[in-house]
């Protein structure tokens, strides 16, 4: 066995993801470097990848979270950009957890549309969604209204 | 702010509303990272070496499969961490850190176990559901105070 | 340099096993590279629904679409590696319907392993020469006929074999318990030499397999260091002489047992070791032991008795073998008791081994256990198949790379 000697200790990685028509992870990017001040910028298809002092990052995160409040989202990555450990060339594909994130870019757009109707909205006002641990059985009465809508 | 364990642990959508709102998420990204960045014997990708698994006897036995336990000494001490906790239900899609429904169905066994404000959800379907499923969210963490 | 042999890994848990990197470096040991099949979300939502096993972890549906761009050519690879935790229930019957629908869909060799924290590229490495070996290596593998003097080593983990060969016919033997490994290497080897009257100068190529292979094969410069999965089911339809076609190899070791489906002499599925060592030619060592015969007696005399009048079933040779002395002591005979250990190590073998592979007639038993008439009429009946033993069984390891070794005669 060899002995493991991390690099980037201490630093933090985020992913600031675009679920947007009008920016583009291109204009994230150019507004990124603007502001990166020796922090590591990465684009890719979706976003960007930054690495750096958490200080820092959170900094730039919160600066471009101001584009587009309602379209950019941001998560925590556990390595640094690049890393030849989850690099899609040296894994032959891509690391299992990009088909989650493939999957949940797809639901955007519904939290997107949320958070814009919550901009202008109290949330106390939404009524809750569907309580995902209650299976109600079908009310009798609604089952009788069934058998007869049928039967007439 | 207030430690939030997110389930799915990988989810971009969670881990973003309680950082949005003023929050802590807690994460596997969080938890990767401890482990790539603590200095210790080689065992790539992920840095688990052969005695996470065995770290992960504290909340499954020996006669649970080693990838179980290895996914435990990740979240065991998550879980044990957390203030307060989402979870998604219908979360069937998301691989590699939560790939296995053996695990999953323990993590979110042991979040029940714990008497914290729990937020239990479905992913959105629609805009209409979108609203809900935000508002909710916001109401859970504005609810817990001490938001940043 | 020459391009890596490509191996799909198809898996559940081994990044959290901590056992990642012994994969890798086991494959890359034997000149292979893991690569995982890039496949989008559209394709697992499609594939897995399309397989129809309704498993609940998202990782063993990225398996299943992963095997399906495989079989429909949309990932290109050169052999497949299949692995998922020992004792996950719901990724074993995954592991074994992918092993199949591989192996019945395309030509790729496929390798099902459940693996534990404790697992070691040493312990894969086997099964990853066999499985690169298939893969490239098919040209050496379609070899039928032996050609010229070579000389052919099988260093096992309980005996050593030698066997010298010329223009196909089998000219000299050699066999001992396996002691120091490299002693009992020349002595079976100078054994075989005298008894087919040649010379070690003679010999045109030499080939070596077993645990021993490679400090064998490195001293006496051996033109071919092959492992004995691929050797020992070439060796196998060689000798039966069922070289075309689909055969079965089952072949109960010292120390493992391999089974192994084969088809024009090349390995499709295998499997090899697994179980403790109640279900090993070792336990019928101790069995024969105890009852005070030779190895050679154990056959006969439990083809004379009845295996179901004792009850003898363990995994582990020690439990195994109280069995046996409690047998005795109640007043069994010695001939049940010998046909109760034969019936106990076929059973187990059976029971754990041979699920996993796709039995196909005929069925061949090699190694030397195939010499006890008891543990292959076992076989037999709970196969319901006459199981097919070939002459020079026990020496189908060195009958193997003998056959192989010809492939490098260098034409003067």
Redesign the interface.
């Known amino acids: 066995m060899t002995d493991y000697t991390p690099v980037h200790v201490g630093s933090v990685t985020k992913y600031v993801m675009v679920e947007s028509f009008e920016i583009t992870p291109a204009d994230l990017a150019a507004r990124g470097y603007e502001i990166s001040k020796g922090v590591m910028i990465k684009e890719t298809c979706f976003g960007l990848v930054i690495n750096g002092k958490e200080e820092e990052v959170d900094r730039i995160v919160a600066e471009l979270r101001k584009i587009d409040p309602d379209h950019i989202f941001v998560k925590d990555r556990g390595f640094p950009p690049g890393d030849a450990r989850r690099c899609r060339a040296n894994l032959g594909g891509a690391r299992p957890g990009y088909n989650g994130l493939e999957f949940e870019m797809s639901i955007l757009p519904y939290v997107s549309h949320g958070l814009e109707v919550l901009d202008k909205k109290d949330a106390k006002d939404v009524p809750p969604p569907e309580d995902p641990l209650e299976h109600p059985l079908l009310d009798i009465y609604k089952l009788k209204k069934l058998i007869d809508a049928q039967e007439s | 702010m207030v430690k939030v364990f997110i389930y ?1 642990a ?4 969670l ?2 509303m309680v ?2 709102f003023g929050h802590t ?1 807690l ?7 401890e ?20 770290k992960g006897l504290k909340w499954a036995a020996v ?9 435990m000494s ?1 979240y065991g001490p998550m879980i044990e961490a957390c203030e307060a906790a989402i979870i998604i ?2 979360a ?11 695990t999953n169905e323990l993590i979110k066994f042991l979040v029940h176990q714990k008497d914290i404000p729990r937020l ?8 209409e ?8 969210i ?2 859970f963490l ?1 609810g817990l105070g001490g938001a940043k | 340099m020459t391009q890596p042999v490509r191996i799909a890994q198809l898996s559940c848990g081994p990044e959290y096993s901590g056992i990642q990197h012994e994969i890798d470096e086991a494959a890359r040991e034997v000149g292979g590279e893991i690569f995982f099949p890039d496949v989008a979300l559209k394709d697992i939502r499609r594939d897995f629904a399309k397989f129809g096993l309704d498993v609940k972890s998202p990782d063993l549906k990225l398996a299943i679409a992963r095997a399906m761009a495989l079989v429909e050519g949309r990932v290109e690879a050169d052999a497949v590696f299949i692995a998922t935790c020992f004792r996950c229930a719901e990724a074993a019957i995954v592991r074994n319907e992918l092993r199949r629908y591989i192996n019945e869909h395309s030509r790729l060799p496929v390798v099902s392993y459940s693996f534990t924290e404790r697992t070691t590229s040493g312990t894969l490495l086997t099964r990853m020469e066999a499985l690169t070996t298939i893969a490239k290596r098919r040209a050496l593998l379609a070899r039928e006929t032996q050609k010229g003097l070579t000389l052919g080593l099988d260093s096992g983990s309980a005996t050593t074999k030698a066997v010298v060969m010329r223009d196909n016919k089998i000219i000299g033997t050699g066999w001992q318990p396996t002691t120091e490994v490299l002693k009992s290497a020349n002595e079976v080897i100078a054994h075989a030499l005298a008894e087919a009257g040649v010379s070690r100068d003679e010999i045109q190529a030499v080939g070596t397999t077993g645990y021993g292979r490679f400090l064998v094969g490195k001293e006496i410069n051996a033109d071919l260091i092959q492992e004995e999965l691929t050797v020992n089911s070439k060796g196998a339809v060689y000798l039966a002489n069922r070289q075309h076609g689909p055969a079965t190899v089952i072949d109960i070791g010292g120390m493992d047992n391999k089974a192994i489906s084969v088809m024009d002499g090349i390995p499709g599925v295998f499997t090899m070791g697994g179980i403790c060592a109640g279900a090993s030619g070792r336990f019928l060592e101790m069995t024969a032991k105890r009852l005070g015969v030779e190895i050679t007696e154990l056959g006969p005399l439990s083809m004379k008795g009845f295996g179901g009048r004792v009850p003898m079933n363990s995994y582990c040779i020690v439990f195994g073998t109280q069995s046996l002395v409690n047998a005795l002591a109640a007043g069994s005979t010695r001939e049940d008791v010998a046909a109760a250990a034969c019936h106990s190590v076929a059973e187990q073998v059976y029971e754990q081994q041979l699920q996993e592979v796709d039995i196909k007639e005929p069925v061949i038993m090699v190694g030397g256990t195939s010499l006890i008439e008891g543990l292959v009429f076992a076989m037999g009946e709970l196969l319901q198949t006459k199981i097919v033993v070939p002459p020079y069984s026990q020496y189908i390891g060195a009958v193997g790379s003998a056959l192989l070794a010809s492939g490098f005669i260098k034409d003067d």
């Open positions: 799915p990988t989810s971009l959508i881990s973003d950082a949005r998420p994460s596997s990204a969080t938890a990767i990272r482990r790539i960045q603590t200095a210790g014997l080689e065992s790539p990708p992920l840095q688990i070496t052969p005695e996470e698994p065995k006669e649970v499969p080693a990838g179980v336990r290895g996914r990740l239900n219908d069937d899609l998301a691989f590699g850190c939560m790939g296995c429904a053996r239990e959800l479905n992913y959105p379907k629609n805009e559901d979108g609203v809900k499923f935000v508002a909710a916001k109401r504005t």
